[in-house]
């Protein structure tokens, strides 16, 4: 057979502040490849079906000097991240053909030679959910929220639960995981739009960030017993300064930080004084340990219609900057994935 | 018997910045008290022995309508701290003429009537330690470094241990506890005095952070695993800077921002990034789990000459304004202690 087009998503240029779509990373597909010939050396190929677009990304573009828990995107490479793909060939005896799975960096192109099992998860779909949901609500932002949630949350009914991101694909989901504990759910957003997607999860009370003072919210609503951070900044200070006794802030992500803004917090001194435990944390730490209970619940759920959720899919690896910069900017209206079939 | 004078020190006004030793609180000879007489109405009289001046008193000099964590000082009322004291007279079954205890709250006034056995820890003392030892090493700050460490830090051996205040009753401690569990010691404190005293106690490297960059230091002898913060601010920014993946970092006390300053924190995203577990805490929450295995093993050490430790003792109340001043500047040697016998 002959080779046929690989098209891929290369990182082109280093951003300053938010990543131009245009100049971050460029669409290519100049490369082909033999699908029946490419040797595997023992692993196997696949080809992309859907990849995850996630804030974090913003991370790993960077000076490739810089050391991170997450490695650099490599100038002139394919972007990696989570993503879920279909076996074609395979040399491993632990996967084989037709087999769809999910790895935690996964190349933007469309077909890739995996070398071993390393990361990768086989996925079996009971459920026949479609597979853009692999890398949302029962992929990577669903495990962020339901893990993250059981490892450190540590709910009792009539908690108050301050959830920011409410509309995105974590936020909305622990929104649910806190109502179904018996929590008191006050969350926030940055449009109409993600305040009424985050109302139909449960919140109990929502606002928008943008036109009213977080703290003025949780001074009337709080104090906060739990404080899902996805966004750092104005919002941790008033969480701080509005905290419970013995509150639990779990630090999912600092979006407000990550596009090298560093807003001043000024209410630290909270921590000490209200014995406050702030749980930074990254989903693949606790992956190991929840992975098999999180597949044996959540595509259940999800199937039976028990867990809302909303994704924002875009067909096609050209509109993958367009996404990465729709994600920095809250454009997004559910879960970013880019879809390949 | 006629009344004797229970001289006692007053809240007298609540301080901008650091507590003006003038100001902010007046010795006073004018009250008395008839000790065969008073009554006590269930409770016990005790004559105070010696009275703990700690960095925290400062967030008990407020508006009293702000809500925190400890209770306000009250203006024209005696302050109250961690103290020890001696039974005179009794009317409660649990606690007899000649007994010594110590108080989480007890009255800075020589003498007080105390109504129960609430917060009430009566000392055995086999030991025959002096009094005073049992409001430092033996006493809440021993408490706060012991406790702190066994719940917190999770030490591996080879781990970088980095602690801030390292010349003082809680740093020196911590030291000794982290070389005992095999850690690299980095220590920070500001004047060579105690520094030499943080070497004495076993830290491996030891910097002056007036003069030296904490930075330059932990990029040097970093990453750092456990952090041990007496004082936010710059130190805290750098420890998050260089901190190692899954680094625990143990909020003992915040003194940069204790006299109304926040110093900005730049690196707060780092939380995330790597993955950082930071516990604020207070010494109350820990010591109902902690406090009869901590009286078995911490005042024997002492008498053993195994754990180092240095005391300034004022004797006499009127030395109660200059205490808390000295501590709020670092001008302590060792831990601040009121003797009154």
Known sequence: MASVRNARVVFSEIPQGVPDPQRSVKYDESELIDLDNVPLNGGFLAKAVALSIDPYMRNRMREAHIVQRFSPFLLGKPLVNYGVG???????????????????????QEYSVIPDLSD?????????????????????????????WHEYAAPKPG?????????????????????????????????????????????????????????DVL??????NIYWDNVGGTSLDAA??????????IECGMISTINGESPHVKNLGMIVGNDLKVFGF?????????????????????????????????????YVGQAIYEVQTGGNKGKSVISLE
Chains 1, 2 share one sequence.
């Not at 853009?132 to 993250?148: E, K, P, R, S």
């Not at 969350?187 to 009213?212: I, M, P």
């Not at 001074?219 to 906060?224: A, I, K, N, S, W």
């Open 282 to 318: 990254i989903v693949g730490t606790l992956l190991p340990r929840y992975e098999d209970a999180f597949y044996g619940e959540v595509p259940r759920l999800v199937a039976e219609g028990k867990i809302r959720y909303r994704e924002d899919v875009k067909k096609g690896l050209q």
């Open 159 to 215: 908690d108050v639960c301050f959830v920011t991101a409410a509309g995105g694909p974590v936020g909305s989901f622990v929104i649910q995981l806190a109502k179904a504990a018996g929590c008191k759910v006050v969350a926030s957003a940055g449009s109409a739009d993600k305040l009424q997607f985050a109302r139909e999860c449960g919140a109990d009370v929502v606002f928008n960030y943008k036109t009213a003072s977080t703290a």
């Open 240 to 249: 701080l300064a509005h905290s419970a006794n013995s509150a639990r802030f």
């Open 86 to 108: 279909r076996v074609i060939r395979s040399e491993h005896p632990g996967i084989k053909p037709g087999d769809y799975f999910h790895r935690k960096d996964l190349s933007f």
């Open 219 to 224: 001074q009337q609503e709080g104090p906060v």
């Open 120 to 148: 990768v998860y086989v996925l079996t779909n009971e459920q026949k959910l479609p597979w853009t949901l692999y890398c949302g609500v029962a992929g990577m932002a669903g495990q962020t929220a339901w893990m993250g």
